[in-house]
């Protein structure tokens, strides 16, 4: 497969092991609503936060949107959008290779972005992500007004869509409601008062392309008249179900009983249709759109050149996600993909740097919460509720040597160790115990920072036979081997075989994972 050079590449592939874990510290004033909403907004560099996300929500993440920098010059001040090249592919690599790593199996990201950096987005997003799991490349048309300034009229930008795993996402993907438009087609000749969908109905070809022996048979209309299926097609149905939908009054044969037979399908049985890769601004909203939406939210000062309008962020989540899933945005911008979320019952995370995270992103998703009435909210119904908790980063888990903070709690410890052994998130169990879980039948624990009730040198940091006793007593009926980490260990080499023991000495054993 090509790959893309650039001039500080061979470090850009490396540079997401060097990020350090940090410290996600919450900021409780800045809050708001319902804090076990299970939303997140942070405040922060993108690439520390993605990193330190990934010990709790690694594989959580159903759908990922991002609007990077476009390399033009016209993003928020906080951003640098006039990078040159190389360093505009540095600056994605590594974001991209942890939010695959944040990415759930059957999830996806949708990535906008214009023609400049759109070709070099798609190169090492195969790269990252697997040329296979290339999905799609979603035409959106941003603008409905003729542009005269140019040659060519700058109408469209890019969303490249990319999946973790393209049969799971296949089997989890939604289609996209019918608008009016799409349901006029079906009708009720019965009685043309009636408009309830399960009294709307049109009629579809009962034929189908190919040739299959069983799907060949003679059909005699109420006229009397035989019908069979034109050259080069059968029937889409073999004969007895047929006979099933005949008696059921879904076979249709035209105003006067004389055309070829047809099914009946009501539009209450319409799951919706199959997006396209085309998106005009019908459908998915246009920049003028997003810029009324946002001058309504914040006036006319420090609104985004080119924000995202709600309504195709909704359209990208109708497809990519479901009520209840988790959807991560790290270039937050004034907050669109976090409201629609929320006015979509989805669960979000958010990240944006700088002052902006404050001043706009905090701001906007109140608004929601105190049920703010524009963009998609009469569309959802959305009369408000929820909330978020506000983070910030803090000071690294390790220092530069590898070696555990002083000052590092239990649960945020237990959560990095967990994320390094198995490679997956830890669930904070309650009540908190040394025994932090089991995976694929090894279970693995932790005696740190007096998780006993004892700092004692020769405490509860220590596996010692009354505290492999509590252990085992919170591993319950696991019968697999055991990694215990602990700053000493008292028993034998001979005891921990006999045990089916791996001990791991903190803090030097502790390592972050890459």
């Known amino acids: 497969m090509p790959t893309l050079r650039w001039l500080t590449r061979d470090d850009d592939v490396r540079a997401s092991e060097k990020v350090p874990y940090r410290l996600l510290e919450e900021v409780p004033k800045l809050g708001y609503g319902d804090r076990n909403a299970g939303n997140m907004l942070i405040q922060g560099d993108n690439l520390e936060a993605l990193k330190a996300l990934l010990p709790y929500y690694a594989g959580q993440v159903k759908c990922i949107y991002i609007d990077p920098p476009y390399n033009t010059g016209s993003a928020f ?31 996806s990201i949708w990535i906008s972005i214009d023609d400049r ?3 070099y987005l798609k190169v090492i997003m195969d790269e990252v992500f697997g040329r296979d799991n290339f999905l799609a490349n979603v035409v959106w048309q941003k603008r409905y007004s003729r542009e005269n300034r140019g040659v060519l009229g700058d109408a469209h930008e890019h969303v490249l869509v990319y999946v973790k795993d393209e049969p799971q996402f296949r089997l989890r993907a939604n289609r996209i409601p019918l608008d009016e438009k799409q349901a006029k087609v079906y009708r009720n000749p019965d009685n043309s008062n009636e408009t309830a969908p399960q009294k709307r109905w049109r009629g579809l070809p009962m034929t189908a392309q190919g040739f299959r022996p069983n799907q060949m048979y003679e059909i005699v209309g109420p006229d009397g008249k035989m019908h069979t299926p034109p050259e080069g097609r059968c029937w889409s149905m073999i004969e007895s179900e047929f006979k099933k939908k005949l008696d059921q009054g879904r076979i249709y044969w035209g105003k006067k009983g004389n055309a070829a037979p047809s099914v009946i399908r009501f539009l209450s049985e319409v799951e919706g249709i199959v997006p396209w890769t085309w998106w005009p601004h019908d459908d998915a909203g246009h920049t003028d759109e997003s810029k009324k939406e946002s001058i309504k939210l914040f006036g006319g000062n420090n609104t985004a050149d080119t924000p995202k309008p709600e ?26 993909t976090a409201a629609v979320a929320q006015k979509m019952g989805r669960r979000y995370i958010g990240i944006e740097m700088g002052d902006h995270a404050v001043t706009h992103c905090a701001p906007r998703l109140q608004k929601v919460v105190d049920g703010e009435q524009g963009g998609i909210s009469k569309a959802h119904g959305w009369q408000g509720g929820g909330g978020f908790r506000f983070y910030r980063l803090g000071p690294p888990v390790f220092t530069e040597n590898g070696q555990i903070q002083s000052d590092i709690r239990f649960s945020v410890l237990a959560a ?26 090894k279970g693995y624990a932790l005696l740190y920072n007096g998780i006993l009730g004892d700092k004692s040198v020769s405490g509860g940091n220590v596996l010692t036979r009354k505290t492999l006793a509590v252990i085992r007593e919170a591993q319950g009926d696991l019968i697999g081997s055991l990694t215990i980490y602990g700053e000493r260990t008292a028993l034998s080499d001979a005891t921990l075989r006999s045990e089916r023991i791996e001990f791991k000495q903190t803090p030097y054993d502790v390592k972050a994972r890459k």
């Open 77 to 107: 001040e906080h951003y640098d959008d006039n990078l040159e090249h190389s360093q505009w592919l540095a600056m994605m690599w590594p974001r991209l290779e942890l939010l695959r790593e944040l990415l759930a199996e059957d999830g």
């Open 117 to 119: 950096e759109a070709h």
């Open 311 to 336: 309504r195709m962020m909704q359209r990208i989540f109708q497809i990519a996600s479901n009520p209840g899933d988790l959807v991560l945005d790290s270039f937050l911008g004034s907050g669109t």
């Open 416 to 441: 990095h160790i967990w994320f390094a052994e198995t490679g997956s998130p830890w669930s904070e169990p309650q009540p908190l115990t040394p025994f932090l879980g089991a995976q694929d039948g």
